[in-house]
């Protein structure tokens, strides 16, 4: 074990790391700490990428939350970095998450364009921002919990050297909504105020395949719009990956107001059939669809 056990946001935290067949596992253990944690923490851990392992966690039993990370020994003292941060902002994540906490959404963008962007259109490099920050941007009203970006594999590297004191998981190849990745995730403000962000290339075990999600697609094929904001220029994944995603989770008012904004004669009909093409839909996603959207 590497750390812990590490008090915050009602849970105790552990970092471990071990060698196996395949090389070397970081991994972040987190279980519900009681009373000593200021504890019951505010809710689960899976909306912040954590998954409960198939097998007893050695330092939490069943139910401890974890995340793990394929990266070299030589890199335990900045995943240790990483970690501490981890544990000193979860409380506030699980705030903003559950609780009453804002999101600084809006100070965050400026914040990630002036250190990231910028430099990212500048050298040619391919990134957009997605999820409900995407949605956000373009007029639909919700309130994202953090921000999602896009990018190359060189990207993901030069988005992490440009956040590298606010990670709070190193770049590596990890396991995101069950597909292997490689990304970081950072919490960019202090630790009273910020704003998670997190960001990947496409999936390692299916790169520049289709989907309903902007993150299987390769990532100069990504269909984006460009947003000003504040005098500076957001590139955006479209609103048709947001309607898709609002219907397979069945939040049809979502998906309305995604509707009403895209309206028949704007959409991207050739991208809206690739992502309704998916094997993966099912049948009632692509009836919905239909009705909200219907051919002009």
Do not use: K
């Not at 941007?137 to 896009?150: C, D, F, K, S, T």
């Not at 709070?168 to 990304?183: F, K, Y």
Request: hydrophobic letters at 40%; glycine letters at 12%; charged letters at 25%.
């Amino acid at each position: 074990m590497l750390s812990g056990p590490d008090l915050g946001g009602g849970y105790l935290h552990q970092l471990s790391r071990d060698r196996r067949d395949d090389g070397v596992r970081f991994t972040y253990h987190a279980q519900e700490g009681g009373p000593d944690a200021q504890g019951p923490p505010r809710g689960p851990l899976g909306p912040l990428g954590f998954a409960l392992p198939e097998t007893p966690c050695p330092f939490g039993g069943r139910y401890c939350w974890h995340r793990e990370f394929a990266l070299p020994e030589s890199e335990s003292a900045s995943v240790r970095r990483a970690y501490n941060r981890w544990r000193f902002v979860s409380g506030l994540l699980l705030e903003q998450r559950y609780g009453s906490a804002p999101v600084p959404i809006e100070a965050a963008l400026r914040e990630i364009s002036a250190r990231v962007l910028g430099r990212l259109e500048e050298e040619g490099v391919p990134y957009w921002i997605g999820g409900s920050t995407a949605a956000y941007l373009q007029g639909v009203p919700v309130a994202p919990h953090g921000i999602a970006l896009g990018t190359s594999r060189a990207g993901v590297d030069a988005i992490g050297a440009a956040l590298g004191e606010s990670l709070i998981e190193p770049v590596a190849p990890t396991r995101w909504d069950g597909n292997l990745r490689h990304g970081a995730r950072a919490f960019v403000g202090t630790l009273v105020d910020g704003v998670r962000v997190e960001w990947a290339a496409p999936s390692l075990a299916a790169p520049g395949v289709g989907g309903a999600r902007e993150w299987s697609f390769a990532p100069d094929r990504v269909p984006t719009v460009t947003i000003e904001r504040d005098g500076r220029r957001l590139r955006v994944s479209r609103l048709e990956f947001a309607l898709v995603r609002a219907v397979e989770r069945g939040d049809l008012a979502r998906a309305r107001a995604i509707a009403a904004r895209l309206g028949p004669a704007a959409t991207d009909r050739p991208l809206l059939d690739e992502l309704l093409g998916d094997g993966r839909l099912e049948p009632r996603v692509r009836r919905a669809v239909g009705e909200l959207l219907p051919p002009p």
